[in-house]
């Protein structure tokens, strides 16, 4: 197996170009070159990942992002697996929180005329392809591995205290008060024997 970790970095000579065309092709795995069998790619998510489809529910972001690419003689088989941490805000109670996601999703790759991705579970390239873009199922993958009801663990436990909740609080009507039997009118009394009486 064959680990490869891509990180940004460019010498300073080359200025702003390099960096550009890095970010563009960070996501970018080319397959042409690689021996048949099984390799890893590795790539951190953070908050700008993001900006780039205009996605801003998340305050901060940290995932890890595994692939694991499989190379056949006639497709590819691709294995996304992510675990980390989205910064969102509760549902309930609109406090900040992080919180932790993990997902897996499975790719198959085929080679034919054109291009196709209608299957969420299997791509066609056309023929001659030689890399592979990674950067939307990356995206797909994290967003729905995110609840569509985002509550803090404070909440589950009661351990959350925010000025918010203690306004609430201090707001809230006590329990209600209940009178006791013995200030009931005393003519209720009766009327009551008598439908016990029966």
Not at 114 to 143: A, C, S, W
Not at 167 to 187: F, I
Request: net charge negative; glycine share 6%.
């Amino acid at each position: 197996m064959c680990i490869i970790i891509l990180y940004l970095c460019a010498p300073d000579s080359f200025g702003q170009i390099v960096v550009e065309m890095k970010q563009l092709d960070e996501f970018l795995i080319p397959f042409a070159g690689l021996k048949l069998g099984k390799h890893q790619f590795e790539f951190q998510i953070g908050k700008s990942f993001f900006e780039d489809f205009n996605f801003d529910e998340y305050d901060d972001v940290q995932v890890k992002v595994n692939v694991i690419l499989e190379k056949k003689s006639t497709l590819l088989e691709l294995t996304f697996k992510h675990q980390g941490t989205v910064n969102v805000l509760c549902d309930l109670t609109g406090e900040p929180f992080d919180l932790p996601i993990k997902g897996k999703i499975n790719l198959l790759v085929k080679f034919g005329e054109e291009f196709n991705n209608d299957n969420e579970e299997l791509l066609i390239l056309p023929h001659g392809e030689h890399q592979l873009d990674v950067k939307q199922y990356i995206y797909e993958m994290i967003v729905l591995s995110v609840p569509q009801k985002k509550v803090h663990p404070g909440v589950k436990d009661g351990s959350l205290q925010t000025p918010a909740l203690e306004k609430l609080k201090s707001l809230s009507v006590g329990e209600p008060k209940t009178e006791k039997e013995s200030e009931t009118d005393p003519r209720w009394d009766q009327l009551k024997k008598l439908l016990t009486d029966k």
